[in-house]
C-alpha cells in the first residue's frame, strides 16, 4: 500500500505506537510519520505508507498550526502536565503582563530540544537518555512563531492559538514564557490543526474502520506543489540524475518562484518522474528522483 494517511492522533499514544499499529494491521513494511506529536497530544498526524516514505521529508517542511493551553504556576520535568512536578507556585501575574510576554515569542528564536523529546543522539531518542540518568544538551536550533494568538485566559489556564515553523516546541514556549513571568509554566493541552499541507478536515478518526479508503494517493499527498510537464527526453535524463536546464520550464512563468520552493515534475505518460527545489541562482535542483512506473 502507497500513499498518505492523515490521521486524528488520539490522546495516550505515541506517533511511533500509531505508525507500528498500521503496519501490523496491514502488513506494510515500510511506514513513518511527518513530525512527532507528544503523547499527550491529539491532531493532525500524516503517515507515509510504502513508496510514500521517499517523499515524507517534503511533507515535514511546511508551517503548522495549534491550538494549546498552558498552566501557569507549575513546572514539570517534561516541560507538560504528564512529566513530574519539579516547582509550584502561586502566578503573582495580571492578563495584561502574560498577553506582553507571549507577543514577545513572535517571531525567529532559539530553541534548545527538551530533555524528553524523541529527537535522537547517538541512534538513541532524547528521553531513553534522560531515563537512564544521562542528560545531553543539543545545540539550540532556530524556529520561528509566525503568530501567537491569545484566546482566553482563565487563570491559571491560558489559551491560545500558535502558528510555527516545523521542529517548534510548544511545550519549551511556555517553559520559556513562565519562566520571564517569574512564575514558571507547563504546557496542559494541545491539538494539531495543520501539519504542511493537511489540515484539521483532512485527519480521520484513527479507529475509523475503513481507515484503507482514506489513503491519500501520491497525488493527492503531493496536490501542493507545483507540477512542470517535461518532455519524454528530459524525462529520461531526470531519471539520469541530469539537473534540469532552464528551457524546461519554455511555457511556463518562473517570475514569482521564490528561493526554497519545491516542484515536481512530471512525464508526458502522467509519471512522477521528481522533485526539485528551486534555488537562488533561477535553478531548479533535483532532490529525489523517481523510477519508472510511479503513475502519478
Known amino acids: ?12 499514544v505515541t506517533s511511533y505506537q500509531c505508525v507500528a499499529r498500521l503496519k501490523k494491521i496491514w502488513g506494510v513494511k515500510k511506514a513513518g510519520h511527518t513530525g512527532t506529536l507528544d503523547p499527550m497530544a491529539t491532531g493532525v498526524l500524516p503517515i507515509c ?8 521529508r517534503y ?3 511546511g508551517e503548522k498550526v495549534y491550538r494549546a493551553s498552558m498552566v501557569l504556576g507549575i513546572e514539570t520535568d517534561t516541560l507538560d502536565l504528564e512529566g513530574q512536578v519539579i516547582a509550584r507556585r502561586t502566578p503573582a501575574v495580571t492578563e495584561g503582563e502574560v498577553r506582553e510576554v507571549m507577543k514577545r515569542f513572535i517571531g525567529k528564536l532559539e530553541q534548545k530540544p527538551p530533555y524528553f523529546s524523541a529527537v535522537k543522539y547517538l541512534g538513541k531518542p532524547l528521553h531513553r537518555w534522560t531515563r537512564q540518568g544521562v542528560k545531553v544538551d543539543l545545540p539550540a536550533r532556530v524556529v520561528e512563531v509566525k503568530s501567537l494568538e491569545v484566546e482566553k485566559i482563565e487563570m491559571p489556564y491560558v489559551h491560545f492559538h500558535l502558528t510555527c515553523s516545523a521542529g517548534t516546541y510548544v511545550r519549551v514556549l511556555c517553559a520559556d514564557m513562565g ?16 501539519s504542511g499541507p493537511f489540515v484539521e478536515a483532512d485527519a480521520v478518526p484513527f479507529e475509523e474502520e475503513k481507515l484503507k479508503e482514506k489513503v ?11 507540477s512542470v510537464l517535461v518532455t519524454e527526453e528530459w524525462g529520461e535524463k531526470i531519471r539520469k540524475g ?14 514569482s518562484l521564490v528561493e526554497g520552493v519545491m516542484l515536481k515534475f512530471v512525464s508526458p505518460k502522467g509519471e512522477l518522474l521528481a522533485l526539485a527545489r528551486w534555488e537562488k541562482n533561477g535553478q531548479a535542483r533535483l532532490k529525489r528522483v523517481f523510477q519508472k512506473g510511479n503513475i502519478f
Open 1 to 12: 500500500m502507497d500513499g498518505v494517511l492523515v490521521i486524528d492522533k488520539p490522546a495516550g
Open 49 to 56: 505508507l510504502g513508496e510514500a516514505t521517499k517523499i515524507a
Open 59 to 61: 511533507l515535514t517542511e
Open 179 to 194: 519562566k520571564i513571568l517569574g512564575c514558571g509554566a507547563s504546557l496542559a493541552a494541545l491539538r494539531r490543526l495543520k
Open 216 to 226: 491519500l494517493s501520491l497525488k493527492d499527498a503531493l496536490a501542493h506543489i507545483p
Open 242 to 255: 541530469i539537473q534540469p536546464g532552464r528551457e524546461i520550464f519554455e511555457g511556463y512563468d518562473i517570475s
